[in-house]
């Protein structure tokens, strides 16, 4: 058996084995693509509100306490997604997970969200998250609802298997010769061929033409699943010694604001552990998110302890971990590299359609 046919027969069986999953990472990711957009325009009246004449925006400890009176006495404010855009309103989120369980409803044991307005204290809108179409779609997407334990491995070890078939869809696809008559039917489509011939073209050559976005999609992917764009940050703690029972939230804030001044809104991370910190992300855009700055203050006293760099500052490693995200979105090129990612998703999960009718079509040959 020469070497293209033992490449031949590994990509026939990684892709048997993992192309049903890979199918379901390629439409989800697709579905996922442009849900911020969906989000603006269907979910427009929980985002947004009316602006009364020369209004401000309540300090944020006040909105926390509305917050906290909205969840329960059983369920604490995890994180806060504070627009600095007017008529935009501030979202509050209550989650606890259990990554060691079995299943979409055991893995989150609840999720909540809570969107007030934040020129009036108003609660605009309470959610359970948990029920959310993207929330499903995402967790689809990373662990098939399937939790952390068992779903998550098995999407990180499809994806290996999906960067080895475009690897080894690459040598299949490579000519032996490179003449004119070899190049036009490897790189193009005969669209009024029969079935067979068309279906073959659509999985050889469109595998081939994107193969270096796909690549990257999966590269990043494979990233978060190998923990490889986790911050090692030194350890930075609360003090203790000071503690009390508010959390000074509107002198944290403040100091952000000064800090970065332009930003368009901050993550701000409320700390489990008592000596945990308040991490607060300054993102600098709406839809580049690795252009941000991370700072992170004593929850008792509002001393800021750690502040990070901007993104123009960081070294190239660091820039490229912190690229992760929008690399894999397409959101690192805005509009267009988002519509890259919807047609990759598409394309993902249309490969593994068109190679399994390859192989089924080809069995059927053989049996006539």
Known sequence: MTIKKIIAQIHLWLGLISGLVVFVIGLTGSIYA??????????????????????????????????????????????????????????????????????????????????????????????????????????????????????????????????????????????????????KKRLSVKWNAKFKRLNYDLHNVIGFYSFLVLMIIAGTG????????????????????????????????????????????????????KSGTVNVSAYQSEMKLYNRVQYRFDRYSGKLLQAGETFSKLPVGAKIIAMNYDLHTGSALGFTGKLLAFLAGLIVAGLPITGFLIWWKRGKSKQM
Request: hydrophobic share 45%.
């Open 34 to 183: 442009f849900q911020d957009e969906i989000k603006d325009l269907v979910y427009k009246e929980r985002l947004y509100v009316e602006v009364p004449a020369g209004a401000q925006r309540l300090p944020l400890s006040q909105l926390i306490a509305v917050a906290e009176k909205a969840f329960g006495k059983d369920r604490k404010p995890s994180r806060a997604e504070l627009s600095q855009m007017p008529g935009r309103t501030f979202m509050f989120r209550a989650m606890k997970l259990n990554r060691e369980a079995f299943g979409y409803w055991n893995y989150y044991q609840y999720y909540d969200k809570v969107y007030l307005n934040p020129y009036t204290g108003q609660i605009v809108f309470k959610e359970n998250a948990k029920k959310e179409f993207f929330t499903v779609v995402l967790a689809l997407h990373m662990n098939l609802l399937m939790g952390d334990n068992v779903g998550h491995f098995v999407v990180k070890w499809s994806v290996v298997c999906f960067v080895v078939l475009l690897l080894s869809g690459l040598v299949l696809w490579w000519p032996k010769k490179w003449k004119r008559k070899q190049l």
């Open 222 to 273: 494979l990233m978060w699943s190998f923990d490889l764009t986790t911050d090692k940050k030194a350890k930075v703690l609360s003090d203790t010694t000071q503690m009390k029972d508010i959390m000074p939230a509107d002198l944290i804030l403040n100091q952000a604001l000064q800090a970065s001044p332009e930003t368009a809104y901050f993550l701000y991370n409320f700390p489990s552990a």
